[in-house]
């Protein structure tokens, strides 16, 4: 039997990949960069500075707001019995950042 024919070959893996939304407390502003560090020290890349003040309102109101306000408004409309696992179901489902697969490949 032939191993190397297309037929019987492994797919070829997929690879997913995840951007995760890191906030500082206020009151751990002081300690950014340290906090940047470890993130890096840990093999995460940080793709975005963490912005601050003026840019985090501004960021929170285009990527996160949106999002959350109309998973929020949803939940008040369904209230399920366990509004906070269908409230992250609900934007696992809905994010508007999460990678699309198309033919093994991530878009």
């Known amino acids: ?12 893996p ?9 906030l500082i407390k206020p009151d751990a502003i002081h300690q ?10 840990s093999g995460f890349t ?3 500075p963490i912005p601050m003040g003026e840019a985090a309102k ?4 285009r990527f996160v707001s949106p999002t959350l ?3 929020l408004t ?16 609900w934007l696992v489902r809905n994010n508007p950042n999460k990678p699309q697969i198309f033919d093994g490949a991530t878009a």
């Open 32 to 41: 950014a960069e340290e906090i940047e560090d470890i993130i890096l020290r």
């Open 74 to 89: 949803e939940l008040c409309k369904q209230k399920p019995v366990d509004p906070f696992t269908w409230l992250a179901d």
């Open 69 to 71: 306000l109309s998973g």
């Open 14 to 22: 997929r690879i997913y990949v995840e951007r995760t939304l890191a």
């Open 58 to 61: 501004d960021y929170l109101g």
């Open 1 to 12: 039997m032939d191993y190397e024919t297309p037929k019987n070959q492994m797919p070829s």
């Open 46 to 48: 940080i793709l975005q």
